[in-house]
């Protein structure tokens, strides 16, 4: 319950900041791409927030070979802890059956 607390109040925190963004920089810039003869006309803050966009799916897909070369170390790791565990199990001795009592009434 405090994680989801936190997880919204951040989340609260983050759509302000990005709310305020816009309304203060609705200026409209002309982005042209130098060797193509490429313009467009739009606003700042669309510019930037595209541009962050761009950041965190390009970081992504740059991380996510060495996130599948973990993710498969893991599972390899994971499978072999489970058949060492299970001749752990197998090498236990069977538990000792405890007498019976003789019922004296």
């Given at each position: 319950?405090?994680?989801?607390?936190?997880?919204?109040?951040?989340?609260?925190?983050?759509?302000?900041?990005?709310?305020?963004?816009?309304?203060?920089?609705?200026?409209?810039?002309?982005?042209?791409?130098?060797?193509?003869?490429?313009?467009?006309?739009?606003?700042?803050?669309?510019?930037?927030?595209?541009?962050?966009?761009?950041?965190?799916?390009?970081?992504?897909?740059?991380?996510?070979?060495?996130?599948?070369?973990?993710?498969q170390?893991?599972?390899?790791?994971h499978?072999?802890?489970?058949?060492?565990?299970?001749?752990?199990?197998?090498?236990?001795?069977p538990?000792?059956?405890?007498?019976?009592?003789?019922?004296?009434?």
């Amino acid at each position: 319950m405090f994680t989801r607390t936190i997880k919204a109040i951040i989340f609260t925190a983050i759509a302000v900041f990005f709310v305020l963004f816009a309304i203060v920089n609705r200026a409209v810039v002309t982005v042209s791409l130098f060797p193509f003869p490429v313009e467009a006309k739009m606003p700042l803050f669309l510019v930037t927030l595209l541009c962050f966009a761009l950041g965190i799916v390009f970081g992504w897909l740059a991380v996510r070979p060495q996130l599948a070369k973990m993710n498969q170390l893991y599972r390899a790791e994971h499978k072999r802890v489970m058949a060492l565990q299970s001749e752990i199990e197998a090498m236990q001795p069977p538990p000792a059956k405890m007498p019976a009592i003789a019922n004296k009434s």
